[in-house]
């Protein structure tokens, strides 16, 4: 039986996991473990667990980039928590296309709840919703709160209502950054995320927005990129269908899989190269030449 196929709007018992906990050592391995010894049953995967220690964004980044693809009632377990035992709520966000996302209330949500939105939140109660031996344990919530939630959600021992109260506000912690928009010929965006297998640079602008600006393949577009307001990188590349397009260490822009404007080497690293970061506070402008 495929995903799709499973009952609208309901869990799944599936659980999928991010961290940045790589994988050296056993955290990530306690958490399913934690999962499993709540049911059997549950079927765990993994989205990643390299984000780099402490950046939410990249987790933010990488939920909105793969929550759409998991059928309704999947339950994401993220936990990227430098404040850890702080006064950060634990929350469960379920979306208005039907997944539940387990996390801190520290920024991860800013990106999922723009683009697939926000159907209820509510914040974890511990009397409940915490692994009975991890009373006087305060620095692994992804263990003892995170994960011991989202597999009693995931495997239906409690309801999204069992998860705890519903806040007031459908309200997240949000990271600003610069949404993408066309002002008088320029394209402003941001750098969510690199391409990091091979140094790509990714940036926030649809494809809709971009073709606003009336470019054909080959034609150059004139691209500077920013971090905290002083400029990084200016260049020159064709905006092309594919990398072969151009030769090889030469730079183009393209549209990646997620049909958004980037830009790229041909068998090279442009963000090595150029010395180019991702994150909120990188900002792109792109306009034809």
Same mark, same amino acid.
């Given at each position: 039986?495929?995903?799709?196929?499973? &009952?609208a709007? !309901?869990?799944?018992?599936?659980? =999928?996991?991010?961290?940045?906990?790589?994988?050296?050592?056993?955290?990530?391995? @306690?958490?399913?473990?934690?999962?499993?010894?709540?049911?059997p049953?549950?079927?765990?995967?993994?989205?990643?667990?390299?984000?780099?220690?402490?950046?939410?964004?990249?987790?933010?980044?990488?939920?909105?980039?793969?929550?759409?693809?998991? /059928?309704t009632?999947?339950?994401?377990?993220?936990?990227?928590? &430098?404040? =850890?035992?702080? @006064?950060?709520?634990?929350? =469960?966000?379920?979306?208005?296309?039907?997944q539940?996302?387990?996390?801190?209330?520290?920024?991860?949500?800013?990106?999922?709840?723009?683009?697939?939105?926000i159907? !209820?939140? #509510?914040?974890?109660?511990?009397s409940?919703?915490? #692994? /009975?031996?991890?009373?006087?344990?305060?620095?692994f919530?992804?263990?003892?709160?995170?994960?011991?939630?989202?597999?009693?959600?995931?495997?239906?021992?409690i309801?999204?209502?069992?998860?705890g109260?519903?806040l007031?506000?459908?309200?997240?912690?949000?990271? /600003?950054?610069?949404?993408a928009?066309?002002?008088?010929?320029?394209?402003?965006?941001?750098? &969510?995320?690199?391409?990091?297998?091979y140094g790509?640079?990714?940036?926030?602008? &649809?494809a809709?927005?971009?073709? @606003?600006?009336?470019?054909?393949?080959?034609?150059?577009?004139?691209?500077?990129?920013?971090?905290?307001?002083?400029?990084?990188?200016?260049?020159e590349? /064709?905006? @092309?269908a594919?990398?072969?397009?151009?030769a090889?260490?030469?730079?183009?822009?393209?549209?990646?899989?997620?049909l958004?404007l980037?830009?790229?080497?041909n068998?090279?690293n442009?963000?090595?190269?150029?010395?180019?970061?991702?994150?909120?506070?990188?900002?792109?402008?792109?306009?034809?030449?």
């Amino acid at each position: 039986m495929g995903f799709l196929s499973l &009952p609208a709007m !309901a869990q799944n018992k599936i659980v =999928v996991y991010q961290s940045d906990f790589g994988l050296r050592d056993g955290a990530v391995s @306690e958490m399913k473990g934690v999962a499993m010894g709540v049911s059997p049953d549950l079927k765990l995967f993994d989205l990643t667990h390299e984000i780099p220690a402490y950046n939410i964004w990249d987790a933010a980044y990488r939920l909105q980039q793969t929550v759409p693809y998991w /059928p309704t009632g999947t339950v994401f377990v993220s936990v990227v928590d &430098p404040g =850890v035992g702080t @006064e950060r709520k634990s929350v =469960v966000l379920k979306t208005k296309t039907g997944q539940f996302i387990v996390t801190p209330d520290n920024g991860t949500l800013t990106l999922v709840a723009e683009s697939l939105g926000i159907e !209820a939140i #509510r914040e974890i109660d511990e009397s409940v919703n915490r #692994r /009975p031996e991890s009373r006087n344990s305060y620095t692994f919530h992804g263990r003892d709160v995170y994960s011991y939630t989202g597999a009693r959600l995931a495997a239906g021992v409690i309801t999204f209502e069992g998860v705890g109260p519903l806040l007031a506000r459908q309200e997240v912690v949000r990271i /600003p950054y610069q949404k993408a928009e066309l002002v008088d010929g320029v394209i402003k965006g941001t750098i &969510p995320v690199l391409d990091v297998q091979y140094g790509n640079v990714w940036t926030n602008i &649809p494809a809709g927005l971009f073709q @606003e600006l009336g470019v054909n393949f080959g034609q150059v577009l004139v691209v500077r990129i920013i971090h905290q307001g002083k400029e990084v990188h200016r260049g020159e590349m /064709p905006y @092309e269908a594919t990398f072969g397009s151009v030769a090889v260490g030469k730079p183009l822009a393209y549209l990646n899989s997620l049909l958004q404007l980037s830009f790229a080497l041909n068998q090279g690293n442009y963000a090595a190269v150029h010395g180019v970061g991702s994150g909120g506070e990188w900002t792109v402008e792109v306009r034809k030449k």
